[in-house]
């Protein structure tokens, strides 16, 4: 699979010395979840960085079928972290799709609805009054198969969860910390954002929360360069009347966007402070079994895997056991589970299998696409289990300092 190296401009330039640093030593096969899905070279990372290079020299054309490899690939990083040359996977992916531009398949007046939580939250409101979630599935049964729409009617929470978060109290010597709320996130993962604030006041954190609006995660890794800029350029306006030391997000998949928003700031998964100061939370016995599910970019970007558990089995009598990895993803990934439905459904599928192994009470998953996309594929399987963010059931058992 080597290819003719040569000088280029950029972007593809820049496309084909990222991919130069690939050895093609296959380590990042085993660690697939596309690769383990299809068995075919051109769905692991090897594959997809011998097609970006192609593309960036000009040695091949951009057709639909190479465009799809490319689009299938799910951005968990499972090859990063084991890579031995240190491929820059996730920038390569990133650059090749800006190069390339929004895919024809992309569903833009979905994802502009998602990306904008006013409208969401309206049309959330409108749907529960029409009770909406109890004929959902009807509606999408009448939708194509493949349509986004239908994938996002199956994922519809069944009700609208409404945000009231509280003022943090001053935090002493402590960070000011900010809270980022993001898009979907700040409507169906509102609980587990005051759940954050609530669990940082406990060991002492003044948190203040930022404007909800979407971090531009699913236009950079679709390819839309222009309204990617536009939200980082927001990010770094409101961090900037924010005049917090360090920004906080519950949702782990826009850690890395935020990151490259804001670069020299600390960007962080909350799990990560509150296992620094675990000692000083204490928590009522819950005796139940839940399983875990450790989103992609909570392993590969946020790191903080480790923390989590850490911070559960604090709870007594609480029985946690994640579920095996890798190469296991859920397959939500962003606009994943919009644009491939029924890819996103098999790697679903596989997880839900070792979900139901464990027979747990409920099912937790820092990632809200994650945890929409897994309950969806519950409930069209005839399950029953609850699922939530780790720090919602950490929030609701934290026993109150006096």
Known sequence: MPLEKSPMRAPAGRIAELADQCVQCGLCLPVCP????????AESPRGRIAIASALARGLADPTAELRDHLDHCL?????????????????????????LGPSARRPRLLLALLSRPAWLRTLR?????????RWK?????????????????????ATTPTAHFQSSRPGGNRPRLALFPGCVASVDDAEAQQAAITLLQAVGFQVSVLPAFC??????????TAPAEQAAENVRRAWTASGATELLSVTPGCLGTL????????????????????????FRPLAQRVALHLPCTQINVARTDADVLQLLRRVPMLEVTPLPRPPHCCGAAGSHLLEFPARAAQLRDATLQHVAALEPRELLSSNIGCRLHLAAGSDRHG????TRHPLTLLAEQLIPAH
């Open 34 to 41: 596309t690769y383990a899905l299809d068995r075919n070279e």
């Open 75 to 99: 951005g968990c990083l499972n090859c990063e972290k084991v890579c031995p040359a240190h491929v820059q996977y996730s920038q390569l992916l990133v650059e090749t799709r800006a190069m």
């Open 125 to 133: 409101r409108l749907g529960d009054r029409v009770a909406l979630p």
């Open 137 to 157: 599935d009807w509606l999408a049964r009448r939708l194509p198969a493949l349509s986004p729409w239908r994938a996002a009617l199956r994922s519809l929470p």
């Open 215 to 224: 971090c531009g995660a699913m236009d950079l890794h679709g390819g839309a």
């Open 259 to 282: 990151r490259r928003a804001l670069p020299g700031v600390d960007v962080l998964d909350p799990v990560q402070l509150l296992a620094t100061y675990a000692e000083s939370l204490c």
């Open 383 to 386: 399950r029953t289990w609850p």
